[in-house]
């Protein structure tokens, strides 16, 4: 820390007379990497404060979440629990993603899609404690204001490098606290990976939590979802492998390829003047 920026030549953006860069979180950590370590440090620190052994979190049955979660508690020697979406997988073999957490000591159970939805409500949550004991809560994806709070530095260590600061968003901290921490001359793009018109609410909840007021210059693109969390459509992929192809880095599909395509559109529409400087924060898994 702070992760490293990699200025990326790309005629799509040169030759408009804009500077690219890459903010490498992806190589923050090797099993935590890029948010997941700026989201989880500072939940973890406060568990640690309370005397709380024992986290306890959700994600879906491919969630990156859950297994930076896992390996944080291995690492250092936390009790962690998963709760899955989908009550029906517990009748199948593990995928490798629920395989790893396993293998980091997560003790996993699985809800189904109905009452998952309603993981936030008191009964629900109630119903864990009285099963699992006491436990110190990371919402799902890490996403809350301690969060938020931590995902700040990364604006803070953005500032004077780039005029325009992008992210992919799947629950709204990290661009909250991108936004937070940027000076206020600068702009965060978030795009998010997901359907639906929520993250904007979100992202300003989150921010209000953490910083008690909307805060930074920000803005949501929401043209390049693929068709939603963890679709990819064939536009997409075309453009991941062509970017491959120019610039021998491997793109991660899910996040960082749509806010690449995002990106790169923006360029194309003359969005970004000329002169100025845009920097892309990667979050996916290193080249």
Not at 140 to 155: D, I, K, Q, V
Request: proline residues 5%.
């Amino acid at each position: 820390m702070p992760s490293p920026l990699q200025e990326i030549e790309d005629e799509r953006f040169t030759r408009r007379g804009v500077r690219f860069l890459f903010k490498r979180d992806d190589l923050i950590h090797p099993l935590l990497p890029g948010n997941k370590w700026r989201k989880l440090v500072p939940n973890l620190r406060a568990a640690a404060e309370q005397g709380r052994g024992t986290l306890l979190t959700f994600g879906g049955a491919y969630s990156n979440h859950l297994r930076a979660t896992a390996a944080a508690g291995r690492l250092l020697g936390l009790s962690t629990i998963g709760v899955v979406r989908g009550a029906e997988l517990a009748d199948r073999p593990l995928n490798p993603s629920l395989a790893r957490c396993a293998a980091d000591g997560m003790r996993l159970t699985f809800l189904d899609r109905a009452t998952y939805r309603r993981k936030t409500e008191p009964a629900v949550l109630e119903g864990l404690r009285e099963r699992f004991g006491d436990f110190f809560l990371i919402p799902e994806g890490g996403s809350n204001a301690l969060a938020a709070r931590g995902c700040a530095r990364l604006g803070r260590e953005l500032r004077g490098a780039a005029d325009t600061a992008a992210v992919a968003c799947g629950t709204g901290s990290t661009l909250a606290g991108l936004a937070a921490g940027l000076c206020p001359a600068q702009t965060a793009i978030g795009f998010p990976v997901l359907r639906g018109n929520f993250l904007e609410r979100e992202t300003e909840r989150l921010q209000c939590e953490a910083f008690g007021a909307r805060i930074g210059r920000w803005r949501l693109d929401e043209r390049f979802h693929c068709g939603g969390y963890g679709r990819t459509s064939p536009e997409l992929l075309a453009f991941a492998k062509d970017f491959e192809a120019r610039h021998g880095m491997r793109v991660e599909q899910l996040y960082v390829a749509k806010m690449l395509l995002g990106l790169t559109t923006l360029a194309g529409e003359g969005a970004f003047a000329p002169g100025t400087t845009v920097a892309a924060v990667v979050t996916g898994p290193p080249s």
